[in-house]
């Protein structure tokens, strides 16, 4: 096998993917980078012509959409173990999710950090701020539906893809303080997926790197257990 090299920002959506390299047990390469690449490593555009992360290599190739990446290391290197395939009932919703981490729970929270932390105090917009909160935590109900009937994951009731990619969302919503507003099933999802032992080993690994280039690790234990 050829080595894989993942790039990456701590508290990216990278993270999805480091998170995948531990369930699956893979060897790794992890560059960690300070944030945002594209204006701190000029080199990296060589590498991912957007300036962003995560980008994973694997021989020649290079593939820079987070769930896309977890998708495929679950399918080649794997053996499926982190996918709902066709055929099984909840393959639709398996692949609604991969798609919703991003479009539909991920998108309003990158306007909520522009808008209430990147950008310059004379430009950031608390309506917009408060408008996308709202936006966010009116699509979470999905997840809450989701774990009805005792269900502990998202499909198939067992972990999968669709767990990392909704679980690095709820993240992102746990560092912008929105965890106190998470609905009961949908915290108590946060906090099972927090005690996985490769999220555990994913952090560590994220920290010790983060330390080894020279930047600041995660601020504070994200696990509350």
Request: charged share 20%.
């Amino acid at each position: 096998m050829t080595e894989l090299t993942l790039y990456h920002c701590v508290g990216a959506r990278s993270f999805r993917v480091l998170w995948a390299l531990e369930e699956l047990g893979l060897d790794y390469r992890l560059v960690t980078m300070a944030f945002p690449p594209r204006l701190h490593d000029k080199a990296f555009f060589d590498i991912n012509p957007l300036g962003t992360v995560p980008a994973l290599v694997d021989g020649s190739g290079v593939l820079t959409e987070s769930a896309a990446i977890c998708e495929y290391l679950s399918q080649v290197y794997g053996g499926g173990a982190l996918s709902v395939n066709n055929g099984e009932a909840d393959y639709g919703q398996y692949l609604n999710w991969l798609s919703a981490a991003d479009a539909t729970l991920t998108f309003p929270q990158t306007l909520i950090l522009r808008y209430a932390y990147f950008e310059p105090s004379e430009r950031r917009q608390p309506q917009v701020v408060e408008d996308y909160t709202r936006w966010f935590l009116g699509r979470l109900r999905g997840v809450e539906n989701a774990l009805q009937a005792g269900n502990q994951y998202l499909c198939q009731n067992r972990f999968s893809n669709a767990d990392i990619t909704v679980g690095y969302a709820l993240m992102l919503a746990d560092f912008l303080g929105l965890r106190p507003q998470f609905q009961p099933l949908t915290e108590a999802f946060w906090q099972r997926l927090q005690e996985r032992a490769a999220f555990v080993s994913a952090l560590d690994a994220e920290n010790r790197d983060a330390r080894s280039h020279g930047l600041d690790p995660l601020p504070t234990p994200l696990i509350r257990c």
